[in-house]
């Protein structure tokens, strides 16, 4: 397992972009596959996207595709989620996951989590 940390969550308006970062200490972190996923006030935690152990192999939730991207700078041990035209569906806590392993959009996959980071978007 590695230890994560998301910052960079935050109150934006509806339009708006942000942008998140995990952050690992571990340097073995440019082996892990990442992904974002979110979880609303009520709702199951749901996949966002997710990134392959060099970024060569990237994933979207259709509510996400060509409003987000996945990267990752595997020399700060950082992956980031750029979030642009946020819109008010978007307010939830953003967690990521990591996983020694090929990438996947199943929560159940991941055996490292961050804390999380609340994005709230207003209309």
């Known amino acids: 397992q590695v230890q994560l940390v998301e910052s960079g969550g935050g109150l934006v308006q509806a339009g708006g972009s942000l942008r998140l970062s995990c952050a690992a200490s571990?340097?073995?972190?440019?082996?892990?596959?990442v992904g974002w996923f979110r979880q609303a006030p009520g709702k199951e935690r749901e996949f966002v996207a997710a990134?392959?152990?060099?970024?060569?192999?990237?994933h979207y939730a259709d509510s996400v595709k060509a409003r987000f991207t996945i990267s990752r700078d595997n020399s700060k041990n950082t992956v980031y989620l750029q979030m642009n035209t946020l819109k008010p569906e978007d307010t939830a806590v953003y967690y990521c996951?990591?996983?020694?392993?090929?990438?996947?959009?199943?929560?159940?996959?991941?055996?490292?989590w961050g804390q999380g980071t609340q994005v709230t978007v207003s209309s």
């Open positions: 996951g990591a996983r020694r392993a090929l990438v996947s959009s199943f929560a159940a996959d991941f055996d490292s």
């Open positions: 571990e340097r073995t972190f440019s082996s892990y596959a």
């Open positions: 990134i392959s152990w060099n970024g060569g192999s990237t």
